[in-house]
């Protein structure tokens, strides 16, 4: 008996059902690895969170400073400071970012020697009132070196951020994830920051002492309110 074949209305009517399921499952599968990066992302916030505390202990209470000029003429970092803590060089990196700052690069580009190269890509920026200058050697000047008794509210107060950095220290967040971003607390936690675009089409966070700012940058003040870096 002859076997009856497709028609060709019929293999166009199966390619098209096709097409549509992908167009349907595609967004879900990146919705699916972007959740995925996600919580790979919250993990390493969680881990500098916790590398951060270590530190603090370990240093009578002081944060790091964020540069250490050494003798042989490379600076050592706040990044460096809290390797030892850290399970990997990795954790620095974002998997969502898929061009994370070369340290390097970001020093001698911004006229700084380079690292003394424990690591070279960062896709987290530090809160630069809670790593401060100190008082000698510092390239940006000096300011005393935060304890952790001048920080009112630990668990509001933030440390590393899913962002970027320039040569003024400024610290713009990145939202990466989903319309927000993964940031580290004082207090050991880390969790995710949801962020909105205000008027002027800038993000920003979207809640909390930091509402309204492009960074979280800065001093959470003992009433709970965003109090710059006295």
């Not at 993964?182 to 979207?206: E, L, P, R, S, W």
Request: charged share 15%.
């Amino acid at each position: 008996m002859r076997r009856r074949g497709f028609t060709l209305i019929e293999l166009l009517v199966v390619i098209a059902i096709i097409a549509i399921l992908a167009a349907i499952l595609f967004p879900v599968f990146a919705q699916a690895r972007e959740s995925a990066r996600k919580t790979q992302c919250l993990s390493n916030t969680k881990q500098i969170a916790a590398a951060v505390t270590m530190y603090v202990g370990d240093n009578d209470e002081y944060f790091a400073i964020n540069l250490y000029p050494t003798a042989a003429g490379r600076v050592f970092s706040f990044y460096d400071a809290h390797l030892p803590y850290l399970k990997n060089n990795g954790v620095l990196v974002c998997p969502s970012n898929a061009q994370p700052q070369e340290f390097d690069k970001f020093t001698t580009g911004c006229g700084l020697p380079p690292g003394v190269g424990n690591f070279q890509k960062f896709s987290y920026n530090g809160n630069y009132c809670m790593f401060q200058h100190g008082e000698t050697g510092n390239p940006f000047g000096k300011r005393p070196v935060r304890h952790m008794a001048n920080v009112p509210l630990p668990a509001e107060q933030t440390i590393f951020f899913d962002g970027t950095v320039d040569c003024a220290l400024n610290s713009p967040i990145a939202a990466r994830h989903q319309q927000g971003l993964n940031a580290a607390y004082v207090d050991g936690h880390a969790k995710f920051v949801k962020t909105v675009t205000n008027a002027a089409n800038k993000t920003v966070i979207a809640s909390g002492p930091y509402a309204g700012r492009d960074s979280l940058w800065g001093l959470v003040g003992d009433d709970g309110k965003f109090a710059g870096c006295p």
